[in-house]
């Protein structure tokens, strides 16, 4: 069963930068495309950047150019780095898998002040 903890996020002013981390158990990350997620209070959960297990990399157009996802297999990790915050950026992050098969962890709280 593969568990997801995700940690970084926290409270930041408008044009800020904070970097996201998401560790992965189990055996599976090497040859997995991750994906960063995001849901704000009252809307659905959507994807926001993906990265495939040779680093290619996708975006939603509300982050793209502001956001960056990387991962590094030997620590089972991926990231997302996060620019120029916007207080429309507020949302609890999530990552999983691209297809968002796996159980969902408890994902960690970005707020940014306008």
């Known amino acids: 069963q593969v568990q997801l903890v995700e940690s970084g996020g926290g409270l930041v002013q408008t044009g800020g930068s904070l970097r996201l981390s998401c560790v992965t158990s189990?055996?599976?990350?090497?040859?997995?495309?991750m994906a960063w997620y995001r849901q704000a209070p009252g809307n659905e959960r959507e994807q926001i950047a993906t990265?495939?297990?040779?680093?290619?990399?996708n975006y939603a157009d509300s982050v793209k150019g502001r956001f960056t996802i990387s991962r590094d297999s030997s620590k089972n990790t991926v990231y997302l780095q996060m620019n120029s915050l916007k207080f429309e950026d507020t949302a609890v992050y999530y990552c999983n898998h691209q297809w968002g098969f796996w159980p969902w962890g408890q994902g960690t709280q970005v707020t940014v002040s306008a």
């Open positions: 990265i495939n297990s040779a680093g290619s990399t």
């Open positions: 189990g055996s599976t990350f090497r040859f997995s495309a």
